[in-house]
């Protein structure tokens, strides 16, 4: 009988939950505007504000954004209604879509496309 080490386990683990984000982020990525990349995270949202922010010693970027899915494995729940992000480094925006270009996937199919079921009444 070979037995896993936790390490081997864990690596598993972390493996799973990496190919399990890049699914979801395919799955995601039709539905958003942009693509908002900092130094410490990839996020995808319909709305967002850059500001430069000078300041003597440390000049900083704020991005505040609305109807984001940021790419963070750890949390359970990876959509946000709002979020605010302060970063001494480079920050990059992405258009993904033009302005007035609907997504063209509807919630059933993101949810066929990420494995899951909208319907309560499921059980199978």
Same mark, same amino acid.
């Given at each position: 009988?070979?037995?896993?080490?936790?390490?081997?386990?864990?690596?598993?683990?972390?493996?799973?939950?990496?190919?399990?984000?890049?699914?979801?982020?395919?799955?995601?990525?039709? +539905?958003? &505007?942009?693509? *908002?990349? %900092?130094?410490?995270?990839?996020?995808?949202?319909?709305?967002?504000?850059?500001?430069?922010? /000078?300041?003597?010693?440390?000049?900083?970027?704020?991005?505040?954004?609305?109807?984001?899915?940021?790419?963070?494995?750890?949390?359970?729940?990876?959509? +946000?209604? &709002?979020?605010? *992000?302060? %970063?001494?480094?480079?920050?990059?925006?992405?258009?993904?879509?033009?302005?007035?270009?609907? /997504?063209?996937?509807?919630?059933?199919?993101?949810?066929?496309?990420?494995?899951?079921?909208?319907?309560?009444?499921?059980?199978?």
């Amino acid at each position: 009988m070979i037995r896993m080490s936790h390490l081997d386990e864990l690596d598993e683990h972390e493996a799973d939950l990496e190919l399990r984000i890049k699914k979801e982020y395919a799955a995601v990525f039709g +539905l958003f &505007r942009y693509c *908002v990349l %900092t130094q410490d995270a990839t996020y995808l949202c319909n709305k967002y504000d850059l500001e430069f922010v /000078p300041r003597e010693h440390y000049p900083f970027f704020r991005v505040v954004m609305e109807d984001v899915w940021v790419w963070d494995k750890n949390r359970p729940s990876r959509m +946000l209604p &709002r979020t605010e *992000v302060f %970063t001494t480094a480079d920050v990059t925006v992405e258009e993904l879509r033009g302005e007035g270009d609907e /997504p063209s996937l509807t919630p059933e199919a993101l949810a066929e496309r990420i494995g899951e079921s909208l319907s309560a009444d499921d059980d199978s």
